[in-house]
């Protein structure tokens, strides 16, 4: 059932789930060039005087812009590099926050970022170089805006779980148990659906369409094993962590 | 057979393939919003003092930033505001530049611009506002730059179909016959095909992929028919506009 502000499980369901798609999409996209380590080796040799790699700073001015344009007003949005960020053109969001305030206080972007580029990044693009830089950069951004949206939806599912039994929460809130809350959020049979519909998607999305009738036998863009993976050791885990910071904040 | 310098009818075909999945996507991607007239208004009332619309400006500030990593340097992108645009700060690219020197003079993104915002969103984005203006503008970012590179792709495909049979061209080139070349470019059959497997794909990407294994046969994220007639009425018509201006000045 929703709430007066519209937050209700289905909605934030089927939402985990389109946000399946776009994870996948973002994915394919950036299989279609190599690693291109250029790109995240702090000392650049690209760029005279640079500070960091050339990928931050591709998102540092992304995020620049969209933040003009208001994008993290939205509670589903988090910047990866927050600081010097310019203030939004745009009038406020008009749309109920149906998050507890604490939330804004919880951004795992380093996480995320850190799990992107040294471990996630080698399991799906193919070894080599390309000078494609900026095109590459933006394919990672969407990669990473795709996962960071996601794994912070964790605050609303947080928010619809507490609100759907906030006595199940309390007692471990107030004794700020960590485990405890993770026990409760924890449903490995729901776990198990998730990777098995995300790598259906990724063999579904990810296969060479052609005008053939005969059933699809070739390879995927990006392997579907990778995707279940991709979500039992960090897209679930991580969620699960932002959930838990979110409790424990709950009732502030 | 490819030439010295890597470009071959196969790789052409295969990138132009691949494009249709990049496009695809990225429409799924857009249809997740409404249309968000505000976004398009040239007297936008969102921000005091602006110039142009709320997209323009999304698109302007991202371009710059593109520019300063090096995307124009590549001869397969174009920038829908070329004025002004920041100097690459990343090396000249190395790997050779396969078109005619006067490909650099051929941009057609302002029609691009019109089709995408004055007519294409409204066969495939449904009616009303949001207030994610930084998301959608991206979303529409994203559309655009895929549908501006696999038109003006028009410009290897119409170099690689040169290099084949340089005979066949020479005298309407050196007659500037806009009509001779026209047709000596269209293969109706050709275009039939990839009508259909563009419609294919927006069917197996669109679909809501669930773990049943019953036939899906629940609505698409973006119509299959608008993506055929997008291609029937724009892409393929704009590709070939692009490869009769490119072949016009090949012999320059």
Redesign the interface.
């Known amino acids: 059932m929703a709430g007066p502000d519209g937050l209700s499980l289905e909605s934030v369901r089927n939402s985990l789930i389109?946000q399946e798609?776009?994870i996948i999409?973002s994915l394919?996209?950036r299989s279609?060039y190599p690693i291109c380590p250029l790109l995240y080796d702090d000392k650049s040799s690209?760029?005279?005087d640079a500070s960091g790699s050339?990928l931050e700073?591709?998102v540092k001015?992304?995020e620049?812009?969209?933040?003009?344009?208001?994008?993290y007003?939205?509670p589903e949005?988090h910047p990866f590099f927050p600081e010097n960020l310019p203030e939004s053109?745009?009038?406020p969001?008009?749309?109920p926050n149906v998050l507890h305030p604490a939330a804004a206080s919880i951004n795992i972007n380093k996480m995320i970022w850190d799990m992107y580029t040294n471990q996630l990044l080698q399991l799906f693009a193919s070894e080599g170089d390309a000078?494609?830089?900026?095109?590459i950069?933006?394919c990672d951004l969407?990669c990473l805006q795709a996962l960071s949206r996601r794994i912070h939806y964790g605050k609303f599912v947080a928010e619809v779980k507490f609100r759907d039994a906030p006595e199940d929460y309390t007692q471990a809130i107030r004794a700020q148990d960590r485990d405890a809350l993770m026990k409760l959020l924890t449903f490995e049979n729901v776990e198990e659906?998730v990777k098995?519909?995300v790598a259906?998607?990724a063999k579904?999305?990810g296969?060479e369409?052609?005008?053939s009738e005969d059933e699809y036998n070739g390879k995927y863009k990006v392997d579907p094993a990778i995707v279940s993976r991709l979500y039992e050791e960090w897209v679930m885990p991580l969620t699960k962590h932002v959930q838990v910071e979110y409790l424990l904040r709950r009732l502030d």
Do not use: H, N, W
């Open positions: 389109r798609d776009t999409f394919i996209e279609r690209l760029i005279a050339l700073s591709i001015g992304t620049a812009t969209q933040a003009k344009f208001g994008r007003q939205s949005e053109l745009v009038p969001r008009s749309s000078e494609d830089y900026a095109c950069g933006v969407q659906m098995k519909r259906k998607k579904t999305f296969q369409v052609t005008l």
